[in-house]
């Protein structure tokens, strides 16, 4: 193990054991998730059907229920187990479209004890399933999207560390993460500095001007945030164009730009006095029936014109 996968691994105990304690001294109501019956029963599930789907199940019955609903759709997807001294777990690898350049976009399937985990992380994974169905019916030609959805993100990136170390990442263009896109209406692209004028990061930003968004209104560019992170970053880390993108109220911005840049602040504050979506984040009101459907709708337009905008270079 690594000196920076030694801080990832007990950041991520931090982060886990945190949760459990203060969680269980504040339980919420029992979430009761979408049985999959019901989900496959419907003739076009919506994204916040997917979180209903996932929210409030334990992390193995949540990758269980994605493993299943994959088969049943007769999704081809690929399943890679990871072992390590830091645990074990599995991800789940589904590709659409052709050509020899590879978007990765990922989410992950885990959440921290005591949370439903519906916009942390299940709404990122609903928005990349929606979003891969549209690339089925319309397939890129020039560009593969790999939708990788990992496993203990919370736990310091556990599943996206295991696949950068064995995963041939030559054919990535680069790599957009998932957190928090169910809360809001602008959107957040951050961990862009140093590398701010990669061809990525300009799509990016190319992509959200097209769709109407304006620079510091309706999306935002984010230099890299100390205490937060994702499983971009292990990409990052091997010289790879990676970014989160997050969803946040506009009318929020500068109380957010406060909260994440002063490490220190976000562990003592209750989360009823931190800037949205923060509020939920990690504890049990982090359900469902908190999401905004427009907020899902707005990633999935953004990350789909993206796709397009690649594929047409």
């Known amino acids: 193990m690594s000196l920076r996968d030694l801080r990832l691994f007990l950041g991520g105990a931090l982060n886990v054991g945190a949760a459990r304690l203060l969680n269980a001294a504040r339980p919420g109501a029992p979430v009761r998730p979408l049985a999959l019956e019901a989900y496959l029963a419907s003739p076009d599930p919506m994204p916040l059907d997917t979180v209903r789907l996932l929210a409030g199940r334990s992390n193995r019955d949540r990758l269980a229920t994605l493993i299943r609903l994959l088969e049943a759709r007769g999704i081809p997807h690929r399943r890679l187990p990871y072992r390590s001294l830091e645990g074990s777990g599995e991800n789940l690898v589904i590709e659409a479209g052709t050509g020899e350049r590879v978007l990765l976009l990922a989410g992950h399937h885990d959440a921290v004890p005591g949370s439903p985990g519906a ?34 993100e919370e736990k310091g990136f556990l599943g996206s560390r295991a696949y950068a170390r064995t995963a041939p990442l030559d054919d990535l263009l680069g790599v957009v993460s998932l957190e928090l896109c169910g809360i809001g209406d602008s959107l957040a692209l951050w961990d862009v500095e140093p590398e701010a004028g990669s061809r990525l990061a300009r799509a990016l930003a190319a992509t959200a001007e097209a769709l109407g968004y304006r620079r510091d209104e309706g999306y935002h560019l984010v230099g890299r945030i100390p205490l937060f992170g994702s499983d971009h970053r292990p990409f990052a880390a091997r010289g790879i164009p990676a970014y989160g993108l997050t969803v946040i109220p506009n009318a929020a911005r500068e109380a957010l730009r406060t909260f994440v840049f002063r490490p220190l602040r976000p ?25 905004e459907p427009a907020a899902l709708g707005r990633v999935g337009a953004l990350l789909e014109a993206l796709c397009r905008e690649l594929d047409g270079r």
């Open 267 to 291: 562990a003592l504050m209750l989360p009823a006095r931190r800037p949205p979506p923060f509020r939920t984040y990690h504890t049990p009101l982090d359900r469902a029936d908190t999401l």
């Open 119 to 152: 916009n942390d992380n299940a709404a990122a994974v609903a928005i990349l399933l929606r979003l891969f169905e549209r690339l089925l019916d319309e397939p890129t030609r020039r560009l593969r999207v790999r939708v990788v959805i990992f496993g203990d």
